[in-house]
């Protein structure tokens, strides 16, 4: 399947050429001078991530393909395709045409925003790999993602805006993560563990895993309007389907009582640090027997908790600093102000907080609590815009799968024997499905290593830590665009 070319308007390429910093009657165009990527199981996110102009609050149940779609079967896996030819790229071209510095104008470049000279895209659908919300179905906008956790609405096994979900109004605190980007679906009905109110039975349409049932696989229709899937006549939070059940091994019934044990995981709802995600039932006899940051409860080890703010790594918004807040009543929207999954105590800045910048989707061989045991940077020489060397020991960065990996990695990869984790594909793995089991996250783009957040940097290829606004030859500053991609700093005056 070819790529359909995205035509870039010629008053925009005009407009590229011709408008420089400093100009007296348009905003200063932004430039860029520096700073050129069963085991527990995740290489970048979103070009969406820092841009939501197609967000669905205003009707969750809407996806970039419908996600009350009645289109039959799974989507096409385009694994073992012939390779896609990249866009056809003009001989020429303005500096600020190519902004991410990977030698691909925007007309031609799949990715605009993020260093990508591969151009790799595993779906064909026009969107690079490097910032697709849901990499492996085709679709026809790359913003659609109801819940803000970085995965888009056609992937995402829990898709809803976190306020639209059905049920009581008095949620115990803990229960209310449910934009949790993890994609566990245990029972195979194609609704995720997080959100789902049968988490251990089949209860949407016929999917399930089960005699007389069809595994859900991306791509297939999915309806949450439709009666079949997720009936709760009750609207407890509980399915009709499972209400009052208890497994063999669970530590009460699958409801919402502290002694409850609504994932039926072994541990009462009181002391699971994750409630809406189950542990995987691993007995033991001690602390010892269990891995790094977790304890043993009841004989089963609870989720690892490494920041020790009584929350579980995969359902923590802030997995490795303290932010207990997300679990007190009234306290949760404080902690996560702008629904993106990232806590106030871990964005990358304060003018962050308010910003839908989720952390990135990725597919890797190693993780631990769903984060990728790889770090982002790799070693690569660092400078800043004038030139000078960056010692990445003066990196004002100390987030975990940035420069150092995430706690429980390094046993994590011992047990694995190798020494880092592999991002892996398709072909690696056997197909788009099986390339879900793999997936893991990644910090929020960072591309300068600046410490700032590209979702609120003001030159996100140039390494300003002080994220010092552009002030032009006239003295007007200009709050939105950063001095050190600007003016002197351009592309057009460095070529000058």
């Known amino acids: 399947m070819?790529?359909?070319?995205?035509?870039?308007?010629?008053?925009?390429?005009l407009a590229m050429a011709g408008a420089c910093p400093g100009d007296e009657v348009a905003p200063p165009a932004s430039g860029s001078s520096s700073t050129t990527g069963p085991m527990t199981m995740a290489t970048n996110l979103t070009d969406g991530a820092t841009s939501f102009d197609g967000d669905t609050d205003d009707n969750p149940w809407e996806s970039s393909s419908g996600l009350a779609d009645t289109t039959e079967g799974a989507a096409e896996d385009t694994t073992g395709a012939p390779p896609d030819p990249p866009l056809p790229?003009?001989?020429?071209w303005p500096c600020q045409a190519d902004r991410d510095e990977d030698d691909r104008p925007i007309s031609c470049d799949n990715a605009p925003d993020h260093s990508n000279p591969d151009q790799s895209d595993v779906d064909f659908d026009s969107f690079g790999d490097v910032v697709d919300l849901c990499p492996t179905i085709q679709g026809l906008t790359n913003t659609a993602d109801s819940d803000r956790d970085g995965v888009g609405n056609d992937c995402d096994l829990c898709p809803l805006n976190v306020n639209t979900?059905?049920?009581?109004?008095?949620?115990?605190?803990?229960?209310?993560?449910?934009?949790?980007?993890?994609?566990?679906?245990?029972?195979?009905?194609?609704?995720?563990?997080?959100?789902?109110?049968?988490p251990t039975v089949p209860n949407c349409h016929d999917y399930g895993n089960g005699p007389g049932l069809t595994p859900y696989e991306l791509g297939m229709?999915?309806?949450?309007?439709?009666?079949?899937?997720?009936?709760?006549?009750?609207?407890?939070?509980?399915?009709?389907?499972?209400?009052g059940e208890q497994g063999p091994d669970a530590a009460g019934p699958m409801d919402l009582a502290p002694s409850g044990d609504f994932d039926q995981?072994?541990?009462?709802?009181?002391?699971?640090?994750?409630?809406?995600?189950?542990?995987?039932?691993?007995?033991c006899g001690a602390d010892a027997d269990c891995p790094e940051h977790s304890a043993c409860v009841d004989g089963f080890c609870n989720h690892p908790d490494p920041d020790e703010d009584g929350v579980g790594t995969e359902c923590d918004t802030c997995p490795f600093a303290p932010n207990p807040e997300q679990i007190v009543d009234g306290?949760?929207?404080?902690?996560?102000?702008?629904?993106?999954?990232?806590?106030?105590?871990?964005?990358?800045?304060?003018d962050c907080e308010t910003r839908r910048d989720p952390r990135r989707l990725?597919?890797?061989?190693?993780?631990?609590?769903?984060?990728?045991?790889?770090?982002?940077?790799?070693?690569?020489?660092?400078?800043?815009?004038?030139?000078?060397p960056i010692d990445v020991a003066d990196l004002p960065i100390d987030e975990p799968g940035v420069l150092t990996l995430p706690p429980g990695c390094e046993e994590a990869l011992a047990e694995a024997g190798v020494g880092e984790a592999t991002a892996v594909s398709p072909a690696d793995v056997g197909g788009n499905a099986q390339l879900w089991s793999?997936?893991?996250?990644?910090?929020?783009?960072?591309?300068?290593?600046?410490?700032?957040?590209?979702?609120?940097?003001?030159?996100?290829?140039?390494?300003?830590?002080?994220?010092?606004p552009f002030v032009d030859s006239n003295g007007m500053e200009w709050p939105n665009d950063g001095a050190f991609c600007n003016g002197e700093y351009s592309c057009q005056a460095q070529e000058d």
């Open 2 to 13: 070819a790529n359909p070319t995205r035509m870039i308007p010629l008053a925009l390429l």
């Open 89 to 92: 790229c003009p001989e020429d």
């Open 165 to 198: 979900y059905p049920g009581p109004d008095d949620v115990p605190a803990p229960y209310a993560i449910r934009n949790v980007p993890a994609q566990v679906d245990t029972d195979g009905d194609g609704v995720g563990d997080p959100c789902d109110n049968c």
């Open 221 to 243: 229709p999915r309806d949450f309007e439709d009666p079949s899937c997720q009936a709760d006549a009750d609207l407890d939070g509980v399915g009709d389907a499972c209400e």
């Open 265 to 283: 995981d072994g541990i009462a709802n009181l002391d699971d640090l994750c409630p809406r995600l189950a542990t995987g039932l691993s007995t």
């Open 331 to 350: 306290m949760q929207d404080l902690d996560d102000d702008d629904g993106d999954f990232v806590g106030a105590a871990c964005e990358t800045h304060p």
């Open 362 to 388: 990725a597919f890797y061989d190693v993780s631990v609590g769903g984060y990728c045991c790889t770090t982002v940077y790799q070693g690569q020489a660092l400078a800043d815009p004038d030139g000078n």
């Open 438 to 468: 793999y997936l893991c996250f990644l910090p929020q783009w960072d591309q300068d290593y600046d410490g700032l957040g590209d979702a609120c940097d003001l030159c996100t290829h140039d390494h300003d830590p002080l994220n010092t």
